[in-house]
T-cell receptor, first 112, second 114 residues
Framework: EDQVTQSPEALRLQEGESSSLNCSYT??????LFWYRQDPGKGPEFLFT???AGEEKEKERLKATLTKKESFLHITAPKPEDSATYLC?????????????FGKGTRLSVIA | EPEVTQTPSHQVTQMGQEVILRCVPI?????FYWYRQILGQKVEFLVS????????KSEIFDDQFSVERPDGSNFTLKIRSTKLEDSAMYFC????????????FGEGSRLTVL
């Protein structure tokens, strides 16, 4: 069974204090790994797709990296508006039809 | 910017009642999904829909659930006889391609079953 585990469950940072969120996965043939941001009471918002080990993607203060067993979401000099829950999801298999499997997320709070 | 819209934003119903949740996906998207999130839990896949038929469904999506695209714009999720454990946030999503995990989610419909 495909599994996604995210750590920590919650993270509190001071504004400007860089850190990383972890997503460990067990999947039968990774088709893609995805990062989403979810604000309270809202739907997930797509951030990044990573397809193969060694790949990196960047967007503003966020950088996502991928290894064969885990992905990291690095947050550089975060601001209060980066506060949200960050979700990791995997898509497995050779077919593009397999659904996303999500982790429980990391709830990030950035304090001014 | 195009977005996925869902109605209602919140519905309260009695156990055993039928509920229909509605979604308008992004207009040029071809693939439609329902996911749900029980409070404090993971986002879970329910069903995917393409070309007017179900592509994939999870174990959660049993005979009490059905989906329909009644016209060219709406996509609905029906729960025939709600149970307490159906209480959750239900998210509709759409995508342009099946070969992508880049889904566009709506803001969700919160279902409370009493």
């Amino acid at each position: 069974e495909d599994q996604v585990t995210q750590s920590p469950e919650a993270l509190r940072l001071q504004e400007g204090e860089s850190s990383s969120l972890n997503c460990s996965y067990t999947v039968s043939g990774l088709r893609g790994l995805f990062w989403y941001r979810q604000d309270p009471g809202k739907g997930p918002e797509f951030l990044f797709t990573l397809y193969s080990a060694g790949e990196e993607k960047e967007k503003e203060r966020l950088k996502a990296t991928l290894t064969k067993k885990e992905s990291f979401l690095h947050i550089t000099a975060p601001k209060p508006e980066d506060s949200a829950t960050y979700l990791c999801a995997v898509q497995a298999g050779s077919s593009g039809n397999t659904p996303l499997v999500f982790g429980k997320g990391t709830r990030l709070s950035v304090i001014a | 910017e195009p977005e996925v819209t869902q109605t209602p934003s919140h519905q309260v119903t009695q156990m055993g009642q039928e509920v229909i949740l509605r979604c308008v996906p992004i207009s040029n998207h071809l693939y439609f999904y329902w996911y749900r999130q029980i409070l404090g839990q993971k986002v879970e896949f329910l069903v995917s829909f393409y070309n007017n038929e179900i592509s994939e469904k999870s174990e959660i999506f049993d005979d009490q659930f059905s989906v329909e695209r009644p016209d060219g714009s709406n996509f609905t999720l029906k729960i025939r006889s709600t149970k307490l454990e159906d209480s959750a946030m239900y998210f509709c999503a759409s995508s342009l391609s099946i070969n992508t995990g880049e889904l566009f989610f709506g803001e969700g419909s919160r279902l409370t079953v009493l």
